[in-house]
Nanobody, 122 residues
Framework: QVQLVESGGGLVQAGGSLRLSCAAS????????MGWFRQAPGKEREFVAG????????AYADSVKGRFTISRDNAKNTVYLQMNSPKPEDTAVYYC???????????????WGQGTQVTVSS
């Protein structure tokens, strides 16, 4: 089984920056496309960003494009989400995910992390 553990969440002021990390173990990291999803209280989980196996292709939700950047370091079995200029509406639990395809918002990941809370204050 693939294990995914998120870290780096916390409280950040609007206009600041935050970097989330997701460490993977159990299988060869480069086998999977990776992505980030988020879920706010009372709302559905939504796609945030995705990256292919090599890191050469990325995709973003319109709401975060230009502000967030997804990247991966296969040597470290880690995927990142750099959050620049976060807004209060970005407040949510952020989940790392792995699957065969992760560059479309309708994708169904095979594995999920437990999530990390991100709170953006104004």
């Amino acid at each position: 089984q693939v294990q995914l553990v998120e870290s780096g969440g916390g409280l950040v002021q609007a206009g600041g920056s935050l970097r989330l990390s997701c460490a993977a173990s159990g299988r060869t990291f480069s086998t999977y496309a990776m992505g980030w999803f988020r879920q706010a209280p009372g709302k559905e989980r939504e796609f945030v960003a995705g990256i292919n196996r090599s890191g050469s292709t990325t995709a973003y939700a319109d709401s975060v494009k230009g502000r967030f950047t997804i990247s991966r370091d296969n040597a470290k079995n880690t995927v990142y989400l750099q959050m620049n200029s976060p807004k209060p509406e970005d407040t949510a639990v952020y989940y790392c995910a792995a699957g065969p395809v992760m560059v479309v918002p309708t994708t169904r990941p095979d594995y999920w992390g437990q999530g990390t809370q991100v709170t953006v204050s104004s």
